[in-house]
């Protein structure tokens, strides 16, 4: 059987993956320090959740004997206001929902890891929905109102 698609899909994976959730663990940390307690927190247990689908997929590499490479360091600047982060990340998680709807097609031949990328859309399509619902809020309850939830 020939693996090099899931090779590379598993590799982009968790090199955007791994970069994505350190970002989400440092806003976690920033947003604690502003005193959005329980908004630090979500991003926090957010990067283990994400860092929990990083070892899926290295996991996934080595069974099949392949190495993985380390690649995962992308510059990013933190983001200090809590609706601006909300809408980057929108942007970020569509663009990610995106790239794997179309590796799903590419993975047909090897179900293990079409399985375990399916599992994960279904997980990163959650987060978007996350991301709407609290702008949507923002929208009907006030800004400042939703600010004080995250305390
Ligand atoms: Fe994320
Ligand atoms: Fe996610």
């Known amino acids: 059987m020939d693996f090099t ?6 590799q982009m994976i968790v090199n955007e993956l791994a ?11 920033l947003f604690k320090s502003q005193g959005y307690t329980k908004l630090g927190q979500k991003y926090l247990d957010h990067y283990t959740e994400e860092m929990g689908w990083v070892e899926k997929y290295t996991d996934r590499l080595l069974d099949l004997g392949q190495v993985p490479e380390v690649n995962v360091c992308n510059q990013t600047t933190l983001i200090e206001d809590p609706k601006a982060y909300l809408e980057a990340d929108l942007k970020l998680q569509k663009e990610g929902v995106e790239t794997l709807y179309k590796a799903m097609p590419a993975l047909a031949s090897d179900p293990t890891t079409y399985d ?10 959650e987060d978007l929905y996350w991301d709407e619902e ?4 923002i929208e009907k309850i006030g800004y400042q109102n939703w600010l004080v939830k995250q305390l």
């Open 19 to 29: 970069g994505s959730a350190f970002v989400h663990k440092m806003q976690g940390q």
């Open 5 to 10: 698609t899931t090779f590379q899909i598993s």
């Open 116 to 125: 375990i990328t399916k599992a994960y859309l279904l997980d990163e399509e």
């Open 134 to 137: 609290q702008l949507a809020l």
